[in-house]
Structure formats: C-alpha cells, structure tokens
C-alpha cells in the first residue's frame, strides 16, 4: 500500500484530455517536490515533469503538472495513440525517508 | 548521451544471493546520486535503495533493508547492489537510475533509467 495513491485508470478518445490525480500528505507531497513518469510497454520509464510543473526538454507541452497541498496532477490534453501507458507520480516521503511512487495509472486511448 | 549497461541479472534460487551492477557513461558519474527501482510482475514502479554522490550515505526501502547493499565505484563509474535472502517477492525487473541534479532528494527526480535487468527467483 503506497503512502501516495492515484487512480488505476483513465481514458479519453484522440484528441480529448486526461487528467491523472496524485494524493498524498503533507510528509511527501506537501512539503516535497512531485515527478512524473510515462512507462510505456516494453521501454524504460520516461521523465515527463519535475519540480511539481517543470517540462523536460523534448517533453511536449501537451503534459503539464501541477501541485496543490497535499495533491498533485498531471495533465495530457491532446490525447494520442502513443500515450497508451502507466503514468507514474513520486515525491520523497520524509516518514519513510525514502521515494514513494504512486501506485500507478493505465491511460487507454479510445 | 547518458547510458546505462546493467547486468547480473537472472534466475535464483530463494535464499541465495545476486548482485547486480550498473555501467553507466555519458555525465560526471561522481556529480550525481544514483538509486535503483524495481518493478515487479504486473505491479507498480518501487524504489529500492539510493546512493549519494560520494558513496558515503545510503538509504533503503523497509524491504531491503539489512539484506540488500547499495555500493558505489566512483573510479569504474559503476553502481552495485548486492541483494542476499532473497524470496519470490523479489523477482522484478531491477533499474539503475540516476537522479537530475544536485539538489536534496526531497527536491530531486530520476531523469536517466537504464533498461532493466530482470531477476527472477524461483526454485
């Protein structure tokens, strides 16, 4: 049972937008910073947002994150094919003193 | 361009040990905190242990603390972690990962994964 929970799926059709929740508390989200990370099939995970709202350099600015108390989310607007995967949130969890990744979400693409 | 050539993967008996190893090239090696991340069979992604730049702090997940050793060779650029005791929970593919700055952890993010190495334990 991971300390920062996020929903097992989410869909949407080509074109639409998605939006990914991410909850947790004040001794990781809250007061850490919040990662995302696409894993797509058969690949190595993928940095997608750092630093709770920070793009990456060839992450297209159709992903967005966003942090809010003890949530955070990421955004895909523009939904394609290519972005059938699990998504990922992690933030440092000072409890733990370690990182705690979310549980995980499929997106599926309609 | 950063890279990452795990190996030491493979099948193990429950109960024995297997250590993995991490050859990365591509960045200042000694400039960056390193960690590992496994992901289990049809699971999420699990941090596992973490590295400082200079090898001298260490930090583990509760499941591998006291059996698992994570272990640093500035000189080689290699990153290592030695796992003992080992059950059928542990059976996952195993990342080498590297942090994105020099920043805390608590303000940091994995922003190279190497391929994976896979380990399976099973009798």
């Known amino acids: 049972q991971s300390v920062v929970t996020q929903p097992p799926s989410a869909s949407g059709t080509p074109g639409q937008g998605v939006i990914i929740s991410c909850s947790g508390s004040r001794a990781n989200i809250g007061n850490n910073h919040v990662a995302w990370y696409q894993h797509l099939p058969g690949t190595a995970p993928k940095l997608l947002i750092y630093n709770n709202n920070q793009r990456p350099s060839g992450v297209p600015d159709r992903f967005s994150g966003s942090r809010s108390g003890t949530s955070a989310s990421l955004a895909i607007s523009g939904l394609q094919s290519e972005d059938e995967g699990d998504y990922y949130c992690a933030a440092w969890d000072d409890n733990l003193d370690g990182l705690a990744f979310g549980g995980g979400t499929k997106v599926t693409v309609l | 361009e950063v890279q990452f050539l795990e190996s030491g993967g493979g099948l193990v008996q429950p109960g024995e040990s297997l250590t993995l190893s991490c050859s990365a090239s591509g960045f200042s090696f000694n400039r960056y905190a390193l960690s590992w991340v496994r992901q289990a069979p049809g699971k999420g992604l699990k941090w596992v242990s973490t590295i400082s730049e200079s090898g001298d702090s260490t930090k583990y997940a509760d499941f591998a603390k006291g059996r698992f050793i994570i272990s640093r060779d500035n000189s080689k650029n290699t990153v290592s972690l030695q796992m003992s005791s080992m059950g059928a929970d542990d059976t996952a593919v195993y990342y080498c990962?590297?942090?994105?700055?020099?920043?805390?952890?608590?303000?940091?993010?994995?922003?190279?994964w190497g391929q994976g190495s896979l380990v399976t334990v099973s009798s």
């Open positions: 990962v590297k942090f994105g700055s020099s920043a805390w952890y608590r303000y940091n993010w994995f922003d190279r």
